[in-house]
């Protein structure tokens, strides 16, 4: 009998089995952690007529919103980003000075504002929870209303 039959004989049970089992565990246990970061979505509020700005890491998309005055604007603000994300928790915000905001948005959610009338003009808005904060180009944007 070889020595590696007299070992599997000894323990029981063969030694690769032990190894697959341990590492089929492993996988399982990253599938938990993973699965659900890749199918999260933001919360499914949805507002008919709503102008959606999607805020992640990398900034606002669109940056620049334009608008006629007159008439409510209405914002669904969507952060996509989880609460992995290292630099702020995964929060983000839509702050403006000009508007008086301080919108905060939870990681993988959205939020509905609704602004104005609005005078026209140019209304700067940013995040400053993350990615450098307001001082980041990227977390900037314009809010242009037109007369």
Not at 70 to 96: A, E, M, R, V, Y
Request: aromatic share 6%; net charge positive.
């Amino acid at each position: 009998m070889t020595r590696r039959a007299q070992r599997t004989r000894r323990s029981g049970t063969p030694q690769w089995l032990v190894y697959s089992g341990v590492a089929a565990l492993a996988l399982g246990a990253v599938a938990l952690a993973v699965v659900p970061i890749l199918r999260s979505r933001p919360s499914a509020e949805v507002v008919a007529g709503a102008r959606e700005v999607v805020i992640t890491m990398g900034g606002f998309e669109p940056a620049h919103i334009v608008e006629a005055a007159g008439k409510p604007i209405t914002l669904t603000i969507i952060n996509p980003d989880s609460s992995f994300h290292t630099d702020g928790g995964g929060w983000h915000q839509f702050g403006s000075d000009d508007l008086k905001l301080d919108v905060r948005i939870p990681p993988q959610s959205r939020k509905t504002i609704t602004l104005g009338p609005l005078a026209p003009g140019r209304y700067a808005f940013y995040c400053d929870i993350c990615c450098g904060g307001r001082s980041s180009p990227s977390m900037q944007g314009l809010l242009e209303i037109t007369g």
